[in-house]
Protein backbone atom coordinates (compact mmCIF):
# COMPACT_ATOMS: atom_id res chain seq x y z
CA UNK A 1 0.00 0.00 0.00
CA UNK A 2 1.57 3.12 -0.89
CA UNK A 3 0.74 7.03 -1.59
CA UNK A 4 1.03 6.89 -5.42
CA UNK A 5 -2.52 6.23 -6.06
CA UNK A 6 -3.66 8.73 -3.72
CA UNK A 7 -1.19 11.51 -5.66
CA UNK A 8 -2.25 10.53 -8.48
CA UNK A 9 -6.36 10.59 -7.46
CA UNK A 10 -5.54 14.33 -6.25
CA UNK A 11 -3.81 15.38 -9.83
CA UNK A 12 -7.19 13.73 -11.20
CA UNK A 13 -8.72 16.20 -9.38
CA UNK A 14 -6.99 19.21 -10.37
CA UNK A 15 -7.37 18.27 -13.92
CA UNK A 16 -10.70 17.74 -13.71
CA UNK A 17 -10.98 21.13 -11.48
CA UNK A 18 -9.11 23.21 -14.72
CA UNK A 19 -11.02 21.61 -17.12
CA UNK A 20 -14.53 22.33 -15.69
CA UNK A 21 -13.30 26.12 -15.53
CA UNK A 22 -11.71 26.52 -18.78
CA UNK A 23 -15.04 24.42 -20.47
CA UNK A 24 -17.38 27.59 -18.33
CA UNK A 25 -15.09 30.49 -19.29
CA UNK A 26 -14.75 29.29 -23.25
CA UNK A 27 -19.04 29.23 -22.85
CA UNK A 28 -19.54 32.11 -21.49
CA UNK A 29 -17.20 34.13 -23.73
CA UNK A 30 -19.16 31.85 -26.44
CA UNK A 31 -22.82 31.91 -25.02
CA UNK A 32 -25.47 30.01 -27.07
CA UNK A 33 -28.02 31.89 -28.12
CA UNK A 34 -31.59 30.74 -26.83
CA UNK A 35 -33.99 32.43 -29.17
CA UNK A 36 -34.40 31.40 -32.95
CA UNK A 37 -31.10 33.14 -35.03
CA UNK A 38 -32.95 34.61 -38.24
CA UNK A 39 -29.88 33.98 -40.62
CA UNK A 40 -29.28 35.94 -42.67
CA UNK A 41 -30.66 39.17 -40.59
CA UNK A 42 -33.45 40.45 -42.46
CA UNK A 43 -34.57 44.70 -42.72
CA UNK A 44 -37.78 44.36 -40.04
CA UNK A 45 -40.57 45.95 -42.18
CA UNK A 46 -40.38 49.20 -40.96
CA UNK A 47 -43.80 50.65 -39.52
CA UNK A 48 -45.64 53.74 -38.65
CA UNK A 49 -48.42 53.94 -36.38
CA UNK A 50 -50.18 55.28 -33.68
CA UNK A 51 -48.84 55.25 -29.87
CA UNK A 52 -50.94 55.05 -26.78
CA UNK A 53 -50.39 58.76 -26.32
CA UNK A 54 -51.71 59.69 -29.76
CA UNK A 55 -48.08 60.17 -31.50
CA UNK A 56 -46.99 58.92 -34.70
CA UNK A 57 -44.20 56.38 -34.32
CA UNK A 58 -42.06 54.56 -36.66
CA UNK A 59 -39.70 51.43 -36.17
CA UNK A 60 -36.83 53.59 -37.16
CA UNK A 61 -37.01 55.68 -34.25
CA UNK A 62 -36.13 53.24 -32.24
CA UNK A 63 -32.26 52.52 -34.26
CA UNK A 64 -29.61 52.36 -31.63
CA UNK A 65 -31.71 50.31 -29.84
CA UNK A 66 -32.95 46.49 -29.67
CA UNK A 67 -36.56 46.45 -30.53
CA UNK A 68 -39.07 43.81 -29.05
CA UNK A 69 -42.01 43.26 -30.98
CA UNK A 70 -45.06 41.81 -29.82
CA UNK A 71 -48.22 40.76 -31.12
CA UNK A 72 -51.12 41.25 -28.69
CA UNK A 73 -54.44 42.45 -27.87
CA UNK A 74 -55.77 43.89 -24.20
CA UNK A 75 -58.74 41.55 -24.01
CA UNK A 76 -56.28 38.71 -24.02
CA UNK A 77 -56.70 36.65 -21.02
CA UNK A 78 -53.39 33.93 -21.13
CA UNK A 79 -50.40 34.35 -23.52
CA UNK A 80 -50.54 38.00 -23.94
CA UNK A 81 -50.31 38.56 -20.23
CA UNK A 82 -47.87 35.97 -19.67
CA UNK A 83 -45.54 37.50 -22.14
CA UNK A 84 -45.70 40.69 -20.91
CA UNK A 85 -44.72 40.10 -17.20
CA UNK A 86 -41.99 38.16 -18.37
CA UNK A 87 -41.11 41.06 -20.68
CA UNK A 88 -41.45 43.44 -17.13
CA UNK A 89 -39.12 41.05 -15.35
CA UNK A 90 -36.66 41.11 -18.14
CA UNK A 91 -36.69 44.49 -18.46
CA UNK A 92 -36.14 45.03 -14.54
CA UNK A 93 -33.49 42.14 -14.04
CA UNK A 94 -31.38 44.08 -17.03
CA UNK A 95 -31.18 47.30 -14.78
CA UNK A 96 -28.97 50.53 -16.78
CA UNK A 97 -29.10 48.30 -19.80
CA UNK A 98 -32.99 48.30 -20.22
CA UNK A 99 -32.42 51.51 -21.05
CA UNK A 100 -30.73 50.11 -24.82
CA UNK A 101 -34.03 48.38 -25.37
CA UNK A 102 -37.52 49.05 -26.18
CA UNK A 103 -40.62 46.74 -26.23
CA UNK A 104 -43.67 47.16 -28.11
CA UNK A 105 -47.08 45.70 -28.50
CA UNK A 106 -48.81 45.82 -31.57
CA UNK A 107 -52.16 45.37 -31.20
CA UNK A 108 -53.91 42.89 -33.44
CA UNK A 109 -57.56 44.02 -32.40
CA UNK A 110 -57.92 47.79 -33.55
CA UNK A 111 -61.02 47.49 -33.23
CA UNK A 112 -61.20 47.67 -29.34
CA UNK A 113 -57.66 48.56 -28.25
CA UNK A 114 -57.87 52.66 -28.74
CA UNK A 115 -54.43 54.35 -27.65
CA UNK A 116 -56.07 55.00 -24.14
CA UNK A 117 -57.08 51.47 -23.93
CA UNK A 118 -53.30 50.68 -24.85
CA UNK A 119 -52.10 52.80 -21.92
CA UNK A 120 -54.34 51.91 -19.27
CA UNK A 121 -53.21 47.89 -19.80
CA UNK A 122 -49.39 48.73 -20.46
CA UNK A 123 -49.57 50.58 -17.23
CA UNK A 124 -49.84 47.51 -15.24
CA UNK A 125 -46.05 46.08 -16.58
CA UNK A 126 -43.65 48.91 -17.22
CA UNK A 127 -44.06 52.88 -18.55
CA UNK A 128 -41.47 52.46 -20.80
CA UNK A 129 -43.15 49.95 -23.28
CA UNK A 130 -44.90 51.07 -26.15
CA UNK A 131 -48.34 50.63 -27.42
CA UNK A 132 -49.15 50.97 -31.02
CA UNK A 133 -52.25 50.88 -33.02
CA UNK A 134 -53.79 51.95 -36.75
CA UNK A 135 -56.32 51.58 -38.67
CA UNK A 136 -57.31 47.73 -40.21
CA UNK A 137 -55.91 48.60 -43.44
CA UNK A 138 -52.49 49.97 -41.94
CA UNK A 139 -52.15 47.19 -39.45
CA UNK A 140 -52.44 44.68 -42.21
CA UNK A 141 -49.53 44.44 -44.06
CA UNK A 142 -47.97 44.72 -41.05
CA UNK A 143 -49.44 41.53 -39.56
CA UNK A 144 -48.93 39.66 -42.32
CA UNK A 145 -44.97 41.03 -42.73
CA UNK A 146 -44.46 39.75 -39.44
CA UNK A 147 -45.95 36.48 -40.01
CA UNK A 148 -48.62 37.26 -37.64
CA UNK A 149 -51.90 35.35 -38.34
CA UNK A 150 -55.48 37.44 -37.20
CA UNK A 151 -58.35 35.77 -36.20
CA UNK A 152 -62.01 37.28 -37.13
CA UNK A 153 -62.25 39.08 -32.95
CA UNK A 154 -58.78 39.93 -32.49
CA UNK A 155 -57.19 37.12 -31.56
CA UNK A 156 -53.45 36.35 -32.30
CA UNK A 157 -52.82 32.54 -33.62
CA UNK A 158 -49.28 32.81 -32.85
CA UNK A 159 -47.05 34.48 -29.72
CA UNK A 160 -44.25 35.13 -31.41
CA UNK A 161 -41.81 37.58 -29.80
CA UNK A 162 -39.41 39.52 -32.49
CA UNK A 163 -36.34 41.06 -31.79
CA UNK A 164 -35.06 43.87 -33.85
CA UNK A 165 -31.46 44.99 -33.79
CA UNK A 166 -30.08 48.77 -33.43
CA UNK A 167 -29.47 48.27 -37.54
CA UNK A 168 -33.17 48.02 -37.85
CA UNK A 169 -32.43 44.08 -38.88
CA UNK A 170 -34.68 41.57 -37.25
CA UNK A 171 -32.47 38.94 -35.99
CA UNK A 172 -34.58 36.38 -33.81
CA UNK A 173 -37.59 35.15 -33.05
CA UNK A 174 -38.88 33.87 -29.97
CA UNK A 175 -41.80 31.34 -29.46
CA UNK A 176 -44.37 31.89 -26.76
CA UNK A 177 -41.88 32.31 -23.48
CA UNK A 178 -42.00 29.70 -20.59
CA UNK A 179 -39.53 31.66 -18.37
CA UNK A 180 -37.91 34.92 -18.72
CA UNK A 181 -33.99 33.81 -18.11
CA UNK A 182 -33.17 32.58 -21.74
CA UNK A 183 -34.51 36.11 -23.18
CA UNK A 184 -32.86 37.93 -20.21
CA UNK A 185 -29.08 36.22 -20.99
CA UNK A 186 -29.48 36.82 -24.80
CA UNK A 187 -30.16 40.52 -24.11
CA UNK A 188 -27.23 40.21 -21.40
CA UNK A 189 -25.03 38.88 -24.25
CA UNK A 190 -25.85 41.02 -27.54
CA UNK A 191 -25.86 44.48 -25.20
CA UNK A 192 -21.86 43.51 -23.75
CA UNK A 193 -21.02 42.60 -27.59
CA UNK A 194 -20.53 38.39 -27.35
CA UNK B 1 1.36 -9.29 8.02
CA UNK B 2 1.55 -5.57 6.43
CA UNK B 3 4.63 -4.54 6.19
CA UNK B 4 4.23 -0.75 7.12
CA UNK B 5 3.37 -0.01 10.98
CA UNK B 6 -0.41 0.18 12.42
CA UNK B 7 -0.11 3.68 12.98
CA UNK B 8 0.90 4.82 9.39
CA UNK B 9 -1.63 2.57 7.84
CA UNK B 10 -4.30 4.59 10.19
CA UNK B 11 -2.83 7.65 9.04
CA UNK B 12 -3.01 6.77 5.78
CA UNK B 13 -6.81 5.64 5.95
CA UNK B 14 -7.20 9.52 7.59
CA UNK B 15 -5.63 11.13 4.19
CA UNK B 16 -7.91 9.39 2.37
CA UNK B 17 -11.15 10.53 4.10
CA UNK B 18 -9.52 14.01 3.79
CA UNK B 19 -9.30 13.48 -0.16
CA UNK B 20 -12.32 11.88 -0.07
CA UNK B 21 -14.37 14.98 1.66
CA UNK B 22 -12.17 17.19 -0.71
CA UNK B 23 -13.88 15.66 -3.74
CA UNK B 24 -17.62 15.57 -2.24
CA UNK B 25 -17.03 19.53 -1.09
CA UNK B 26 -15.50 20.31 -4.96
CA UNK B 27 -18.29 17.98 -6.22
CA UNK B 28 -21.39 20.27 -4.27
CA UNK B 29 -19.65 23.13 -5.36
CA UNK B 30 -19.64 22.12 -8.78
CA UNK B 31 -23.09 21.45 -8.44
CA UNK B 32 -24.03 24.51 -6.86
CA UNK B 33 -22.21 27.00 -9.87
CA UNK B 34 -21.48 25.98 -13.26
CA UNK B 35 -23.10 22.47 -12.81
CA UNK B 36 -20.82 20.92 -15.36
CA UNK B 37 -22.37 16.95 -15.78
CA UNK B 38 -18.60 15.66 -17.25
CA UNK B 39 -17.28 16.81 -13.96
CA UNK B 40 -19.91 15.57 -11.95
CA UNK B 41 -19.14 12.01 -13.39
CA UNK B 42 -15.23 11.92 -13.73
CA UNK B 43 -15.48 12.83 -9.67
CA UNK B 44 -17.04 9.60 -8.24
CA UNK B 45 -15.03 7.66 -10.26
CA UNK B 46 -12.01 8.97 -8.99
CA UNK B 47 -13.65 8.38 -5.46
CA UNK B 48 -14.27 4.84 -6.61
CA UNK B 49 -10.75 4.22 -7.34
CA UNK B 50 -9.68 5.88 -3.70
CA UNK B 51 -11.86 3.28 -1.91
CA UNK B 52 -11.14 0.43 -4.31
CA UNK B 53 -7.50 0.87 -3.62
CA UNK B 54 -6.99 2.02 -0.04
CA UNK B 55 -9.86 0.94 1.52
CA UNK B 56 -11.26 -2.70 -0.17
CA UNK B 57 -7.58 -3.44 -1.15
CA UNK B 58 -8.15 -4.43 -4.65
CA UNK B 59 -4.69 -5.09 -5.03
CA UNK B 60 -4.94 -8.56 -2.63
CA UNK B 61 -6.65 -10.14 -5.37
CA UNK B 62 -3.80 -9.85 -7.44
CA UNK B 63 -0.90 -11.28 -4.88
CA UNK B 64 1.16 -13.84 -5.62
CA UNK B 65 0.03 -17.34 -4.51
CA UNK B 66 1.87 -17.82 -1.68
CA UNK B 67 0.42 -21.15 -0.44
CA UNK B 68 -0.54 -23.58 -3.27
CA UNK B 69 -1.77 -26.41 -0.76
CA UNK B 70 -5.44 -26.31 -0.46
CA UNK B 71 -5.82 -26.62 2.74
CA UNK B 72 -3.90 -23.68 3.96
CA UNK B 73 -5.84 -21.18 5.14
CA UNK B 74 -3.93 -18.36 3.13
CA UNK B 75 -5.26 -20.20 0.30
CA UNK B 76 -8.87 -20.48 1.47
CA UNK B 77 -8.42 -16.76 2.13
CA UNK B 78 -7.53 -16.15 -1.54
CA UNK B 79 -10.50 -18.19 -2.34
CA UNK B 80 -12.98 -16.05 -0.22
CA UNK B 81 -11.59 -13.00 -1.27
CA UNK B 82 -12.33 -13.99 -5.09
CA UNK B 83 -15.44 -14.81 -4.54
CA UNK B 84 -16.81 -11.65 -2.52
CA UNK B 85 -15.36 -10.07 -5.58
CA UNK B 86 -17.56 -11.94 -7.78
CA UNK B 87 -20.71 -11.32 -5.58
CA UNK B 88 -19.66 -7.66 -5.56
CA UNK B 89 -19.47 -7.97 -9.03
CA UNK B 90 -22.85 -9.45 -9.50
CA UNK B 91 -24.59 -6.42 -7.30
CA UNK B 92 -23.10 -4.00 -9.36
CA UNK B 93 -25.07 -4.99 -12.17
CA UNK B 94 -28.06 -4.21 -10.42
CA UNK B 95 -26.93 -0.81 -10.00
CA UNK B 96 -25.61 -0.46 -13.24
CA UNK B 97 -28.82 -1.11 -14.35
CA UNK B 98 -30.80 1.70 -12.27
CA UNK B 99 -28.22 4.02 -12.88
CA UNK B 100 -28.72 3.38 -16.42
CA UNK B 101 -32.53 3.29 -16.27
CA UNK B 102 -32.31 7.03 -14.74
CA UNK B 103 -29.71 8.42 -17.17
CA UNK B 104 -32.12 6.92 -19.86
CA UNK B 105 -35.14 8.32 -18.05
CA UNK B 106 -34.65 11.48 -16.45
CA UNK B 107 -31.97 12.53 -18.69
CA UNK B 108 -30.51 15.73 -17.42
CA UNK B 109 -33.22 16.58 -14.80
CA UNK B 110 -33.25 15.66 -11.05
CA UNK B 111 -36.21 15.48 -8.77
CA UNK B 112 -36.46 18.43 -5.77
CA UNK B 113 -34.53 17.00 -3.35
CA UNK B 114 -32.76 18.65 0.17
CA UNK B 115 -29.76 19.73 -1.02
CA UNK B 116 -28.42 19.95 3.18
CA UNK B 117 -30.08 16.51 3.76
CA UNK B 118 -28.52 14.86 0.37
CA UNK B 119 -24.96 16.29 1.96
CA UNK B 120 -25.16 15.41 5.14
CA UNK B 121 -26.28 11.30 4.74
CA UNK B 122 -23.16 11.49 1.99
CA UNK B 123 -20.42 13.14 4.80
CA UNK B 124 -22.21 10.35 7.56
CA UNK B 125 -21.44 7.27 5.23
CA UNK B 126 -18.17 8.74 4.30
CA UNK B 127 -17.00 9.10 7.78
CA UNK B 128 -18.62 5.37 8.37
CA UNK B 129 -16.50 3.93 6.14
CA UNK B 130 -13.40 6.02 7.63
CA UNK B 131 -14.34 4.28 10.76
CA UNK B 132 -14.63 0.83 9.23
CA UNK B 133 -11.47 0.66 7.86
CA UNK B 134 -10.24 1.70 10.73
CA UNK B 135 -12.09 -1.28 12.65
CA UNK B 136 -10.45 -3.78 9.89
CA UNK B 137 -7.06 -2.41 10.48
CA UNK B 138 -7.42 -2.56 14.61
CA UNK B 139 -8.25 -6.44 14.17
CA UNK B 140 -5.30 -6.90 11.11
CA UNK B 141 -2.75 -5.50 14.37
CA UNK B 142 -4.87 -7.46 17.24
CA UNK B 143 -6.06 -4.34 18.60
CA UNK B 144 -9.45 -5.65 19.97
CA UNK B 145 -10.64 -2.45 21.68
CA UNK B 146 -10.05 -0.32 18.98
CA UNK B 147 -11.83 -2.86 16.78
CA UNK B 148 -14.83 -3.05 18.48
CA UNK B 149 -14.79 0.68 18.93
CA UNK B 150 -14.53 1.60 15.77
CA UNK B 151 -16.86 -1.03 14.17
CA UNK B 152 -19.38 0.24 16.57
CA UNK B 153 -19.15 4.01 15.63
CA UNK B 154 -19.37 2.22 11.65
CA UNK B 155 -22.68 0.92 13.12
CA UNK B 156 -24.14 3.79 14.39
CA UNK B 157 -23.47 6.10 11.60
CA UNK B 158 -24.62 3.66 9.52
CA UNK B 159 -28.01 3.48 10.87
CA UNK B 160 -28.23 7.19 11.12
CA UNK B 161 -27.90 7.09 7.56
CA UNK B 162 -30.56 5.39 7.19
CA UNK B 163 -32.40 7.16 9.75
CA UNK B 164 -31.13 10.41 7.27
CA UNK B 165 -32.64 8.85 4.17
CA UNK B 166 -35.53 6.60 4.91
CA UNK B 167 -36.71 8.25 8.31
CA UNK B 168 -36.18 11.83 6.94
CA UNK B 169 -35.40 12.44 3.36
CA UNK B 170 -38.04 9.92 2.28
CA UNK B 171 -40.87 11.72 4.65
CA UNK B 172 -39.98 15.17 3.52
CA UNK B 173 -39.75 14.72 0.15
CA UNK B 174 -42.49 16.35 -2.18
CA UNK B 175 -43.31 13.55 -3.99
CA UNK B 176 -44.06 9.73 -4.18
CA UNK B 177 -43.08 7.11 -5.86
CA UNK B 178 -46.45 7.25 -7.81
CA UNK B 179 -46.11 10.85 -8.45
CA UNK B 180 -44.23 11.28 -11.53
CA UNK B 181 -41.28 9.65 -13.34
CA UNK B 182 -38.40 11.09 -11.24
CA UNK B 183 -40.28 9.98 -8.28
CA UNK B 184 -40.40 6.46 -9.02
CA UNK B 185 -36.67 6.73 -10.36
CA UNK B 186 -35.72 8.51 -6.71
CA UNK B 187 -37.47 5.69 -4.45
CA UNK B 188 -36.34 2.71 -6.61
CA UNK B 189 -32.80 3.48 -6.49
CA UNK B 190 -32.48 4.80 -3.03
CA UNK B 191 -35.05 2.31 -1.40
CA UNK B 192 -32.48 -0.93 -3.62
CA UNK B 193 -29.09 1.19 -1.44
CA UNK B 194 -31.20 1.64 1.66
CA UNK B 195 -31.57 -1.87 1.73
CA UNK B 196 -28.42 -2.73 1.25
CA UNK B 197 -27.37 -0.39 3.80
CA UNK B 198 -29.55 -2.26 5.92
CA UNK B 199 -28.40 -5.70 5.12
CA UNK B 200 -24.88 -4.26 5.88
CA UNK B 201 -25.75 -2.69 9.22
CA UNK B 202 -27.12 -6.85 10.04
CA UNK B 203 -23.63 -8.33 8.95
CA UNK B 204 -21.75 -5.53 11.02
CA UNK B 205 -23.91 -6.00 13.92
CA UNK B 206 -23.35 -9.87 13.66
CA UNK B 207 -19.04 -9.27 13.29
CA UNK B 208 -19.71 -7.05 16.24
CA UNK B 209 -21.30 -9.41 18.64
CA UNK B 210 -18.71 -12.16 17.44
CA UNK B 211 -16.04 -9.53 18.03
CA UNK B 212 -16.96 -8.78 21.75
CA UNK B 213 -17.10 -12.96 22.19
CA UNK B 214 -13.28 -12.83 21.10
CA UNK B 215 -14.01 -15.03 17.97
CA UNK B 216 -11.48 -13.16 16.01
CA UNK B 217 -7.74 -12.91 15.70
CA UNK B 218 -5.40 -10.81 14.15
CA UNK B 219 -4.36 -13.94 11.87
CA UNK B 220 -8.17 -14.91 11.19
CA UNK B 221 -10.86 -12.45 10.56
CA UNK B 222 -12.18 -13.26 7.24
CA UNK B 223 -15.61 -12.38 8.79
CA UNK B 224 -14.74 -8.61 9.61
CA UNK B 225 -12.73 -8.39 5.96
CA UNK B 226 -15.64 -9.43 4.21
CA UNK B 227 -18.32 -7.03 6.86
CA UNK B 228 -16.15 -4.12 6.01
CA UNK B 229 -15.15 -4.72 2.21
CA UNK B 230 -19.07 -4.76 1.40
CA UNK B 231 -19.74 -1.71 3.69
CA UNK B 232 -17.61 -0.02 1.30
CA UNK B 233 -18.70 -1.24 -1.90
CA UNK B 234 -22.05 0.11 -0.79
CA UNK B 235 -20.24 3.69 0.30
CA UNK B 236 -19.03 3.10 -3.39
CA UNK B 237 -22.29 2.72 -4.92
CA UNK B 238 -23.75 5.90 -2.85
CA UNK B 239 -20.55 7.95 -5.08
CA UNK B 240 -22.64 7.42 -7.91
CA UNK B 241 -26.22 7.90 -6.71
CA UNK B 242 -25.85 10.75 -4.70
CA UNK B 243 -24.57 13.27 -7.65
CA UNK B 244 -26.75 11.42 -9.88
CA UNK B 245 -30.29 12.11 -7.58
CA UNK B 246 -29.05 15.41 -6.01
CA UNK B 247 -26.25 17.67 -7.58
CA UNK B 248 -26.96 16.42 -12.01
CA UNK B 249 -28.92 18.77 -13.78
CA UNK B 250 -32.02 21.20 -13.08
CA UNK B 251 -35.09 20.52 -11.50
CA UNK B 252 -37.64 18.65 -13.49
CA UNK B 253 -40.67 20.82 -14.30
CA UNK C 1 -2.25 -22.23 -13.27
CA UNK C 2 -3.20 -21.13 -10.45
CA UNK C 3 -7.03 -20.31 -9.47
CA UNK C 4 -7.08 -16.91 -9.64
CA UNK C 5 -6.29 -17.20 -13.58
CA UNK C 6 -8.43 -20.03 -13.73
CA UNK C 7 -11.18 -18.18 -12.50
CA UNK C 8 -10.45 -15.13 -14.75
CA UNK C 9 -9.69 -16.75 -17.80
CA UNK C 10 -12.77 -18.62 -17.26
CA UNK C 11 -15.20 -15.04 -16.92
CA UNK C 12 -12.95 -13.53 -19.59
CA UNK C 13 -13.89 -16.09 -21.89
CA UNK C 14 -17.52 -16.05 -21.04
CA UNK C 15 -17.91 -12.27 -20.97
CA UNK C 16 -16.43 -12.53 -24.36
CA UNK C 17 -19.46 -15.03 -25.26
CA UNK C 18 -21.72 -12.79 -23.84
CA UNK C 19 -20.98 -9.88 -25.70
CA UNK C 20 -21.05 -11.67 -28.91
CA UNK C 21 -24.14 -13.77 -28.16
CA UNK C 22 -25.85 -10.38 -27.50
CA UNK C 23 -24.18 -8.55 -30.55
CA UNK C 24 -25.87 -11.87 -32.57
CA UNK C 25 -29.47 -11.50 -31.16
CA UNK C 26 -28.99 -7.46 -31.52
CA UNK C 27 -28.22 -7.51 -34.95
CA UNK C 28 -30.82 -10.09 -36.41
CA UNK C 29 -33.43 -8.60 -34.56
CA UNK C 30 -32.64 -5.14 -36.41
CA UNK C 31 -32.33 -6.68 -39.75
CA UNK C 32 -35.97 -8.83 -39.20
CA UNK C 33 -37.02 -4.62 -38.60
CA UNK C 34 -36.72 -3.74 -41.71
CA UNK C 35 -36.39 -0.58 -42.48
CA UNK C 36 -35.28 1.85 -39.92
CA UNK C 37 -33.25 5.16 -39.79
CA UNK C 38 -29.73 4.45 -39.10
CA UNK C 39 -28.01 7.42 -39.90
CA UNK C 40 -26.45 10.12 -38.03
CA UNK C 41 -27.77 13.42 -36.89
CA UNK C 42 -27.55 16.29 -39.59
CA UNK C 43 -28.86 19.29 -40.76
CA UNK C 44 -31.54 18.91 -43.40
CA UNK C 45 -33.16 21.74 -45.15
CA UNK C 46 -36.45 22.73 -46.13
CA UNK C 47 -36.89 25.25 -48.63
CA UNK C 48 -39.77 27.00 -49.28
CA UNK C 49 -40.08 27.94 -52.91
CA UNK C 50 -41.15 30.62 -54.82
CA UNK C 51 -45.02 31.39 -55.12
CA UNK C 52 -45.69 29.13 -52.42
CA UNK C 53 -48.39 31.54 -50.44
CA UNK C 54 -50.17 31.87 -53.42
CA UNK C 55 -50.32 28.28 -54.15
CA UNK C 56 -51.28 27.61 -50.88
CA UNK C 57 -53.90 30.24 -50.68
CA UNK C 58 -56.00 28.55 -54.08
CA UNK C 59 -55.25 25.31 -51.63
CA UNK C 60 -52.41 23.53 -53.64
CA UNK C 61 -50.14 21.71 -51.62
CA UNK C 62 -46.69 23.19 -52.83
CA UNK C 63 -44.72 21.00 -49.72
CA UNK C 64 -45.20 17.30 -48.55
CA UNK C 65 -47.25 16.97 -45.61
CA UNK C 66 -44.42 16.07 -42.69
CA UNK C 67 -41.12 14.33 -43.05
CA UNK C 68 -39.17 12.05 -41.11
CA UNK C 69 -36.01 12.79 -39.03
CA UNK C 70 -33.38 11.33 -36.23
CA UNK C 71 -33.11 12.63 -33.14
CA UNK C 72 -30.67 15.70 -32.87
CA UNK C 73 -31.30 16.98 -36.43
CA UNK C 74 -31.27 20.21 -37.10
CA UNK C 75 -34.11 21.75 -39.67
CA UNK C 76 -33.19 24.08 -41.63
CA UNK C 77 -36.31 26.26 -43.15
CA UNK C 78 -35.21 28.21 -45.84
CA UNK C 79 -37.67 30.27 -47.31
CA UNK C 80 -37.19 31.88 -51.17
CA UNK C 81 -41.00 32.95 -51.24
CA UNK C 82 -41.99 36.58 -50.89
CA UNK C 83 -43.87 36.79 -47.41
CA UNK C 84 -42.90 35.77 -44.58
CA UNK C 85 -43.37 32.06 -43.71
CA UNK C 86 -43.74 30.06 -40.07
CA UNK C 87 -43.68 26.88 -39.13
CA UNK C 88 -44.25 26.00 -35.51
CA UNK C 89 -41.79 28.20 -32.95
CA UNK C 90 -39.95 29.44 -36.00
CA UNK C 91 -40.34 32.71 -37.70
CA UNK C 92 -38.64 33.01 -41.60
CA UNK C 93 -39.08 36.18 -42.97
CA UNK C 94 -38.68 36.12 -46.85
CA UNK C 95 -34.95 35.44 -48.41
CA UNK C 96 -33.83 34.05 -44.76
CA UNK C 97 -33.63 30.74 -43.05
CA UNK C 98 -33.74 29.81 -39.19
CA UNK C 99 -33.11 26.68 -37.49
CA UNK C 100 -34.27 24.53 -34.64
CA UNK C 101 -32.77 21.15 -33.19
CA UNK C 102 -35.03 18.38 -33.12
CA UNK C 103 -34.00 16.36 -29.93
CA UNK C 104 -37.17 14.29 -28.75
CA UNK C 105 -38.05 11.77 -30.29
CA UNK C 106 -42.11 11.29 -31.49
CA UNK C 107 -44.67 13.01 -33.75
CA UNK C 108 -45.37 15.83 -33.83
CA UNK C 109 -48.04 18.41 -35.58
CA UNK C 110 -46.21 21.75 -36.24
CA UNK C 111 -48.83 25.19 -37.45
CA UNK C 112 -47.13 26.09 -40.80
CA UNK C 113 -48.01 28.88 -43.60
CA UNK C 114 -47.12 26.94 -46.02
CA UNK C 115 -49.56 24.19 -46.50
CA UNK C 116 -53.12 24.51 -47.04
CA UNK C 117 -53.76 22.65 -44.35
CA UNK C 118 -51.93 24.82 -42.02
CA UNK C 119 -49.76 21.86 -40.21
CA UNK C 120 -46.71 19.76 -40.97
CA UNK C 121 -45.64 16.72 -40.14
CA UNK C 122 -42.80 15.80 -37.73
CA UNK C 123 -41.46 12.78 -36.99
CA UNK C 124 -38.21 12.35 -34.94
CA UNK C 125 -37.15 8.82 -34.71
CA UNK C 126 -34.87 7.20 -32.71
CA UNK C 127 -31.62 6.28 -34.43
CA UNK C 128 -29.82 3.21 -34.50
CA UNK C 129 -26.60 3.94 -35.53
CA UNK C 130 -24.22 1.11 -35.25
CA UNK C 131 -21.87 2.86 -32.60
CA UNK C 132 -25.62 2.83 -30.94
CA UNK C 133 -25.96 -0.95 -31.25
CA UNK C 134 -22.64 -1.66 -30.11
CA UNK C 135 -23.29 -0.10 -27.17
CA UNK C 136 -26.27 -1.92 -26.28
CA UNK C 137 -24.49 -5.05 -27.17
CA UNK C 138 -21.53 -4.05 -24.84
CA UNK C 139 -24.38 -3.23 -21.74
CA UNK C 140 -26.28 -6.27 -22.32
CA UNK C 141 -23.53 -8.58 -23.05
CA UNK C 142 -21.34 -7.56 -20.38
CA UNK C 143 -23.86 -8.65 -17.32
CA UNK C 144 -24.90 -11.85 -19.59
CA UNK C 145 -21.54 -13.46 -19.59
CA UNK C 146 -21.00 -12.60 -16.06
CA UNK C 147 -23.85 -14.79 -15.18
CA UNK C 148 -23.09 -17.48 -17.95
CA UNK C 149 -19.48 -17.29 -16.52
CA UNK C 150 -20.65 -17.88 -12.94
CA UNK C 151 -22.86 -20.40 -13.57
CA UNK C 152 -20.49 -21.74 -15.67
CA UNK C 153 -18.63 -22.65 -12.37
CA UNK C 154 -21.38 -24.73 -11.14
CA UNK C 155 -21.35 -27.50 -14.40
CA UNK C 156 -17.79 -27.35 -15.05
CA UNK C 157 -16.04 -26.50 -11.33
CA UNK C 158 -12.42 -25.19 -11.64
CA UNK C 159 -9.37 -27.38 -11.30
CA UNK C 160 -6.58 -25.70 -11.01
CA UNK C 161 -3.17 -27.53 -11.39
CA UNK C 162 -1.90 -27.35 -7.54
CA UNK C 163 1.94 -28.75 -6.59
CA UNK C 164 0.82 -30.39 -3.65
CA UNK C 165 -1.51 -32.96 -3.62
CA UNK C 166 -4.54 -32.91 -1.51
CA UNK C 167 -4.37 -34.77 1.72
Known amino acids: MNRKPLVIAMLLLVVVLIATFGYTWYKSAHPAFSGSLISPPQAAYAFSLTSQTGSTVNLSDFRGKYVLIFFGYTNCTSECPLTMGYLKQMHDRLGLLADQTQVILITSDPARDTPGELGAYLSNF ?51 LSNVDGITADLENLLSGK | MEH ?47 VFYYYMHIYRLFEADKDVDRESYAYKLATNRLGLWLFLISDSFIFGGLMISRINLLGLTRPELLQVLGLAVTVVLLISSFFANRAEVSMAYGHRRQFILSLTVTLSLGILFLIGVVGVEWQLAPFGPETNLAGAVFYVMTGFHAFHVFTGVIFLAIVLRNGLRGLYSAEKHWAVEASVVYWHFIDVVWFFFYPALYLIGTLVQ | MSLRTALI ?159
Open chain 3, 9 to 167: SRMLFFVVLGVVLAAFISEVAFRLQGDTTSRDPQTIQLVIPRGTSEKVAQGQNVLPAGQVFVVGDVLQVKNEDSVTQTLGPLVIPPGSSASMKLDKAGEMNYTCSFQPSQSYGIEVQQALTFGMRLQASLLAGLPLGVLLGVYSLVVKPLKPNTQSPSA
Open chain 2, 4 to 50: SSKSSVLQLGLLVLGALAVLTAVEFAIALTVNIWQALAIIPLIKAGL
Open chain 1, 126 to 176: DPSFMGLTSSLAVLQPVWSAYGVTVLDDGETHTSYLYLVDPQGDLIATYPL
